[in-house]
């Protein structure tokens, strides 16, 4: 698309958990960033609504204070205005059909497409489509946009998908995960089919293996109740994780249209090589976080934490060696892991190239080191190549040393603001675009996949390994990747 593109049309938006943590921290930012980029129609209208009630005052504060928080001090006043003009708040009970009667006056006889945005439980999302098509608010051009988690297993995920399907066209619908929103997993695709250098040497014939880490140094944050019926394996690897192993590994698409991008990540998981009871002690590792320290402070482990089940046995961390079984990855592994509590903060993939085959430079370098391409996700979003280099001096004819070419968005683009996921999903939805959002195949086809590994994992009956809090995991993660003569980039 190009940037004249990007001008959407009149649209209502419901936003349905308003006042919940995910609307507070994400949704309100983008939407106030989208409204001062001016991407937002003059006649959009949103509508928040939650069972929490509150007076227009309530809400406008409620809005303000969470925007001071996420976005900052810095707020212009005549966007602010101009947001709070558009947004309305509505206090419904969900699990209660007529209570949908009750919006009418806020829809009035306007002729604008709804897009419904599920920022709930997904348990409620069955009772919603329901409220909604009682009070005839479901369209043909109606959008829904859902959050992850969608289900806890294949089977549980097919409950809520077919609930949402007996109202709504899988065209209508926009799984959303936010890491295909993020500038460099879009970036991706650019990177690796708009650069010859790459294209061209994507494949089992000049690449040795790739690593992808997600790691966070943080705890549970007060959610015991969802992450330890979740634990790390259903949170990240089954969706976010995948979902960029998918653009690291899927074959060009014919064109960037929503079903070719998405056709060959669905190729990407139906080759992923099972990981059963019978092979999982090799290739899965699983954690849990003992007490120790992030940044000096001591902290709990998770078993100390408030709330916490103590006789837990659900892992903080995972790591696991994927293998694709396809022409482009034959005996190309993919090493993920990703946990909380780690000594960091950080979200990279590693791409590790061959070794050259011959060093003719061996007196001053005995031995080559791979050329290794970072791409980081986060804190500082950009590229960076390793790649060796003749040391500067008239004497050092052969001398060569180890360098980096370091490409970071923020520097590069120092014009540019780094623009949050959830406020391009946003747009893009509203564009009718599905490209940066999954479809239902995605998502059981992942499930299959990771539900083998936690029915192996439970098969065997044994807890997770701990590992301190502030460290890089348990030692086992370590003994995954030296069994094959490699080590984790840290």
Known sequence: MKSSDYQPEACN???????????RRKLLSALYHLD????????????????????????????????????GGNIDQTVLRRLMQRMGYRSLNFENPGEFNSLADWFGANDRHSIFYFATPAAVYPDICAGLHHAG????????????????????????NDAVASWFREEQIYRIDHY??????????VLRFANALFTSNWDHTCIDHIQITIAESVGIEDRWGFYDKAGQMRDMVQNHILQILCLLAMEPPVDLSPENIRNE?????????????????????????AAGFIKGQSVPGYLKEADANTESTTETFVAIKVEIDNWRWSGVPFYIRTGKRLAMKQSEINIHFKAQPHNIFRESYPELPPNKLTIRLQPDEGLELQMMNKVPGITELSHIAKNRLDLSFSESFSNKRVVDAYERLLLEAMLQNQSWFVRRDEVEEAWRWVDRIIEAW???????DSYQAGSWGPTSSISLIARDEREWDE
């Open 36 to 71: 001062r980029e001016k991407l937002l129609h003059d006649d959009t209208r949103i509508l928040g609504m939650a069972r929490l009630e509150m007076n227009p005052d309530d809400f406008r504060n409620m809005v303000m204070n969470s925007l001071v928080q996420f976005v």
């Open 13 to 23: 938006l419901i936003i349905f958990g308003i006042a919940g943590d995910l609307a």
């Open 458 to 464: 439970e098969l065997q009956g044994e807890k997770p």
């Open 180 to 189: 295909l929103g993020k500038e460099t997993v879009l970036n991706l695709l």
């Open 265 to 289: 990540k669905l190729k990407v998981l139906k080759a992923l090589r099972p990981i059963t009871r019978e092979n999982i002690a090799k290739k899965a590792i699983r954690g849990q976080y």
């Open 137 to 160: 608010y479901i369209r043909d051009d109606s959008q829904v946009i859902m959050e992850k988690p969608i289900g806890d297993s294949l089977e549980s995920s097919k409950v809520v």
